[in-house]
């Protein structure tokens, strides 16, 4: 269902939560825990990725950019 859109390659850490942002490179942040705060968000790795309209686009358990086509109007 989803296809690979660019090969990364990111060795994820635990704790992090990993995202697109809106540059189309992997972004990170601290995830919250608890009382403590998250942190500010910081480049993970370059990816370039131009975004499609109607796409969810996501970091893969491989560490590549992935798309799968949205679910709406059922």
């Known amino acids: 269902m989803a296809e690979k859109v660019a090969k990364v390659g990111l060795k994820k850490e ?9 540059d189309g ?24 990725v131009q975004k499609e309209k109607g796409y969810l686009y996501f970091v893969d358990k491989d560490g590549d950019v992935s798309k799968a ?3 709406r109007g059922r």
């Open 14 to 22: 635990a704790g992090y939560l990993y995202f697109i942002d809106k």
């Open 25 to 48: 490179d992997i972004g990170r942040v601290l995830m919250a825990r608890g009382r403590k705060g998250r942190g500010k968000a910081e480049k993970a790795a370059k990816a370039g």
């Open 69 to 71: 086509k949205m679910a």
